[in-house]
């Protein structure tokens, strides 16, 4: 019977380095669904998920830090959350190759390779596994080099759609929404005007107008953006989901 050592022996061939405790690594690629055929509880990533979380955040911090001086605290936070984001945690997960070793259920197998937050999951938890078994210094290390060249290489890419790209900044300090209320209607009719402003934590951290709720919380979260001095958005974007 193939022992857990067996099983991922090929994957720490691969990223260079001798675990200590394996089972701590089999835990970060077991999703909750696995644990009926285990008959187990709370034998899952969840938790180890929540340190690797903390731990991408800390060095994509320091890397946007470091190797861009020419952008401000509000264009940085943009620019990791480039980094931290669902989509960009999931390829990182392909790319390590740790996607070949997940373990789900059979009521999750149908949904689970087309499941980007898992991928998500598992990468986060698989570094705080790493932080477990072999310390803060050693994942430190081994996260920098695996996105040094990304991150010191990339530009903000400026997104048409101001909501996204305001949610994706707060996300990449908080993983906190926000979210949008009606402030106030004036007129009627088709010259009704809509005032939203845009909170985070009940705080309004920016306000917009306009003929529709929808181009009026555009234009809030331009407001928002625009107090935290990130990169101009494009014009003519009011109309922007």
Known sequence: METSYER???LFKKLGFEPNHVETYELAFTHKSYNGLLGTKH????????????IVGMVTSELCYIYHPEYDQGSLSVLKAQFIRTAAEAEDCHKLGLDEYIRV?????????????L????????LGAMFLDKGLDF?????????????????????????SRLQEAMQADTRRSVSY?????????KDKIFVMGVYFEDVEIGR????????????????????????PLPKGKDDAE
């Open 208 to 231: 917009g107008e306009g003929l529709s709720k929808k181009i009026a919380e555009t234009r809030a979260a331009e407001d928002a953006l625009a107090k935290m001095s990130v990169v």
């Open 181 to 189: 209320k009606l402030v106030e209607e004036r007129g009627g009719g």
């Open 8 to 10: 991922y022996a090929p």
């Open 105 to 117: 259920g059979p009521s999750f197998a149908a949904d689970f390779k087309s499941n980007q937050h």
């Open 43 to 54: 034998f899952d990533y969840e938790r180890l998920e929540f340190l690797g979380d903390s």
């Open 119 to 126: 991928y998500e999951d598992v990468f986060e938890s698989f």
């Open 139 to 163: 994942t430190y290390q081994f996260l920098r080099n695996f996105l040094e060249e990304e991150v010191k290489n990339a530009k903000i890419v400026v997104e048409l759609n101001p909501k």
